[in-house]
């Protein structure tokens, strides 16, 4: 029932995050009702008649099918949870279904007499039809008359890399957005959330085609390369979308070795055939905030990446209100800042991007020997981690407007930007915090 196609997240207007949220809790109260359900009955009756009445009771269907449905609930309650998930989300995710049918069935029996059989078939004929939603989402983007989905995929230093997918049936891309991807010879049955990092179908701006991309290692500042503006529909017809993997132990982890591995004629490149789904989310907009700060920690970037261009070409287009833009990226060493390099060569030659954005890189774990020079002042480099409080403390002194800020990270940098978000919210400071955490 968490399925991204519920339209129960659209209705309630909440993010998925959150509906996945309430259905781990419902779950568990639901659990909590069966058992109670349960232990009510078998107390009542062996009071009524002692165990000898349970063990008869079990002979009939009523009995036997709702006790194999508390126990398959119960079993249910102890192979959902977090650790588990972490540790192999397929092992989680097919055994889950697996359990929750079969208990079903067995509450079919239970119910079979009882007007509540309805909300049991509704339920399913509920999951059944997004579960197939899905399935025809994924076929529609993935085959069609143009040939199929296929993806390029680079390896990039960090462990990362870069993808770059094509679809038979492109669509008009929006800031913070993520899809599912399978890539069937990696992983038939395993589809994994990936925020789409960049696309050149938004028909916002983008970079002249002649232009020669930089191959300086960290980012210049040319904001004098030209910028053409739109797409043609032809042009859009071949639109890409572009995401950045940080190798796991998982799939992750095998596209990353095979693609690492390749040294035929393109080393540390490879294409493969393609499965997406999608586009999921990108109703967050940042638009109506004079003043924003995108926080991100490694790959968590992809997630702000978008909105930084989108921000830009609003400012130049008089379609936002961002005055002061601010990004804040931790990242473990200046490897990674390959990640996102042509996109940031992008950003950086906008038109009047330096009257609104600024660009705070923090290198974790820099050697003490390794130079950290900024590339310019709207551009800096800093060695250790950012002092997330002081940061935003300065920011809502010179605001203009209402503070956007928006963080996608695991873990220490989300808690200290919730933190530091609390504290001046209670300096009465108007501010809304927006997070992407990236797993659930
Ligand atoms: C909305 C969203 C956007 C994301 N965007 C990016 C991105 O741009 N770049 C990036 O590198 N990562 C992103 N992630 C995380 C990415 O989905 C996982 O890192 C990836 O699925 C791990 O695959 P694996 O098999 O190698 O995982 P494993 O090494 O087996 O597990 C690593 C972690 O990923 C989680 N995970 C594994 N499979 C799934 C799945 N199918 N669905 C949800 N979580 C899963 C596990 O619970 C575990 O916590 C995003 C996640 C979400 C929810």
Same mark, same amino acid.
């Given at each position: 029932?968490?399925?991204?196609?519920?339209?129960?997240?659209?209705?309630?207007?909440?993010?998925?995050?959150?509906?996945?949220?309430?259905?781990?809790?419902? !779950?568990?109260?639901?659990?909590?009702?069966?058992?109670?359900?349960?232990?009510?009955?078998?107390?009542?009756?062996?009071?009524?008649?002692?165990?000898?009445?349970?063990?008869?009771?079990?002979?009939?269907?009523?009995?036997?099918?709702?006790?194999?449905?508390?126990? $398959?609930?119960?079993?249910?309650?102890?192979?959902?949870? /977090?650790?588990?998930?972490?540790?192999?989300?397929?092992?989680?995710?097919?055994?889950?279904?697996?359990?929750?049918?079969?208990?079903?069935?067995?509450?079919?029996?239970?119910?079979?007499?009882?007007?509540?059989?309805?909300?049991?078939?509704?339920?399913?004929?509920? #999951?059944?039809?997004?579960?197939? #939603?899905?399935?025809?989402?994924?076929?529609?983007?993935? #085959?069609? !008359?143009?040939?199929?989905?296929?993806?390029?995929?680079?390896?990039?230093?960090?462990?990362?890399?870069?993808?770059?997918?094509?679809? &038979?049936?492109?669509?008009?891309?929006?800031? !913070?957005?993520?899809?599912?991807?399978?890539?069937?010879?990696? !992983?038939?049955?395993?589809?994994?959330?990936?925020?789409?990092?960049?696309?050149?179908?938004?028909?916002?701006?983008?970079?002249?085609?002649?232009?020669?991309?930089?191959?300086?290692?960290?980012?210049?500042?040319?904001?004098?390369? &030209?910028?053409?503006?739109?797409?043609?529909?032809?042009?859009?017809?071949?639109?890409?979308?572009?995401?950045?993997?940080?190798?796991?132990?998982?799939?992750?982890?095998?596209?990353?070795?095979?693609?690492?591995?390749?040294?035929?004629?393109? &080393?540390?490149?490879?294409?493969?055939? %393609?499965?997406?789904?999608?586009?999921?989310?990108?109703?967050?907009?940042?638009?109506?905030?004079?003043?924003?700060?995108?926080?991100?920690?490694?790959?968590?970037?992809?997630?702000?990446?978008?909105?930084? /261009?989108?921000?830009?070409?609003?400012?130049?287009?008089?379609?936002?209100?961002?005055?002061?833009?601010?990004?804040?990226?931790?990242?473990?060493?200046?490897d990674c800042l390959e990640w996102i390099r042509p996109w940031m060569h992008e950003i950086l030659g906008?038109?009047?991007?330096?009257?609104?954005?600024?660009?705070?890189?923090?290198?974790?774990?820099? $050697?003490?020997?390794?130079?950290?020079?900024?590339?310019?002042?709207?551009?800096?480099?800093?060695?250790?981690?950012?002092?997330?409080?002081?940061?935003?403390? %300065?920011?809502?002194?010179? /605001?203009?407007?209402?503070?956007?800020?928006?963080?996608c990270s695991g873990g220490g940098l989300a808690d200290e930007v919730r933190r530091a978000a609390r504290?001046?919210?209670?300096?009465?400071?108007?501010?809304?915090?927006?997070?992407?955490?990236?797993?659930?």
């Amino acid at each position: 029932m968490a399925t991204i196609k519920n339209p129960l997240i659209e209705l309630l207007d909440i993010s998925y995050d959150t509906f996945n949220m309430m259905h781990r809790w419902l !779950g568990r109260l639901s659990i909590l009702q069966a058992v109670a359900h349960t232990l009510c009955w078998t107390i009542a009756k062996v009071q009524q008649k002692g165990w000898e009445g349970v063990n008869q009771s079990l002979h009939g269907q009523l009995i036997y099918s709702g006790l194999a449905a508390t126990l $398959g609930f119960v079993i249910i309650f102890f192979q959902a949870p /977090k650790v588990v998930r972490s540790w192999a989300y397929e092992v989680f995710l097919y055994g889950h279904i697996f359990l929750v049918l079969v208990s079903f069935g067995f509450l079919w029996l239970h119910l079979k007499e009882f007007p509540q059989l309805g909300f049991l078939i509704a339920t399913i004929a509920v #999951w059944a039809t997004m579960r197939a #939603w899905r399935f025809a989402t994924l076929a529609y983007r993935t #085959w069609g !008359g143009r040939g199929r989905c296929q993806a390029t995929v680079e390896a990039l230093p960090g462990d990362a890399m870069r993808v770059t997918l094509t679809t &038979p049936r492109p669509w008009k891309y929006r800031s !913070g957005q993520s899809m599912y991807l399978t890539i069937p010879s990696i !992983g038939l049955f395993t589809a994994h959330p990936f925020s789409i990092a960049w696309s050149d179908a938004d028909h916002g701006l983008s970079r002249s085609k002649t232009v020669k991309r930089s191959n300086t290692k960290v980012w210049s500042d040319d904001e004098k390369r &030209p910028i053409v503006r739109g797409r043609e529909p032809e042009e859009m017809e071949k639109a890409t979308y572009s995401l950045v993997i940080k190798a796991r132990t998982g799939m992750t982890g095998k596209l990353y070795d095979r693609v690492a591995r390749n040294d035929g004629p393109d &080393p540390g490149k490879m294409t493969f055939n %393609a499965c997406i789904e999608g586009p999921y989310g990108g109703d967050r907009s940042m638009a109506s905030y004079g003043t924003v700060m995108l926080f991100a920690s490694g790959v968590g970037i992809t997630h702000q990446i978008p909105y930084i /261009k989108q921000l830009l070409e609003g400012y130049n287009d008089g379609t936002v209100a961002a005055r002061r833009v601010t990004l804040v990226w931790a990242v473990t060493s200046t490897d990674c800042l390959e990640w996102i390099r042509p996109w940031m060569h992008e950003i950086l030659g906008i038109e009047n991007r330096r009257d609104v954005l600024k660009i705070i890189l923090y290198i974790t774990r820099a $050697g003490l020997t390794q130079p950290i020079k900024s590339p310019s002042e709207t551009v800096k480099m800093v060695r250790g981690r950012p002092d997330v409080q002081s940061l935003m403390e %300065a920011e809502a002194r010179e /605001k203009v407007g209402a503070l956007g800020v928006s963080v996608c990270s695991g873990g220490g940098l989300a808690d200290e930007v919730r933190r530091a978000a609390r504290i001046l919210l209670s300096r009465s400071v108007n501010v809304d915090l927006i997070e992407e955490g990236f797993g659930w």
